[in-house]
Nanobody, 113 residues
Framework: QVWLVESGGGLVQTGGSLRLSCEVS????????MAWWRRAPGKQREFVAT???????NYADSVKGRFTIARDNAKSTLYLQMDSLKPEDTAVYYC???????WGQGTQVTVSS
């Protein structure tokens, strides 16, 4: 069993920044590809960013240039630095072990206009 716990969400004004964290249990974190997803009110879950076990990253077009995914294998933690936030970034953000059924509980991000 793998446990994922997100933190760092909150309320921020347009143009502000937040950093999300996702702590992952177990000793195999460095081997995992990881991802951030989000679900806005009334919408389906959408991909935000991925990072491979080798550190290669990929982003949704909607966040490219504003969000940065990173990982600290020593701390078994995944991060999402979110800058230049927009109201349309408002959503519950989830971390996920790629190609697995392991998900965190989500953390709410609200961007006010």
């Amino acid at each position: 069993q793998v446990w994922l716990v997100e933190s760092g969400g909150g309320l921020v004004q347009t143009g502000g920044s937040l950093r999300l964290s996702c702590e992952v249990s177990g000793r195999s974190f460095s081997a995992y590809g990881m991802a951030w997803w989000r679900r806005a009110p009334g919408k389906q879950r959408e991909f935000v960013a991925t990072i491979t076990n080798g550190g290669s990253t990929n982003y949704a077009d909607s966040v490219k240039g504003r969000f940065t995914i990173a990982r600290d294998n020593a701390k078994s933690t995944l991060y999402l630095q979110m800058d230049s936030l927009k109201p349309e970034d408002t959503a519950v953000y989830y971390c996920n072990v790629l190609n697995s059924a392991y998900w965190g509980q989500g953390t709410q991000v609200t961007v006010s206009s």
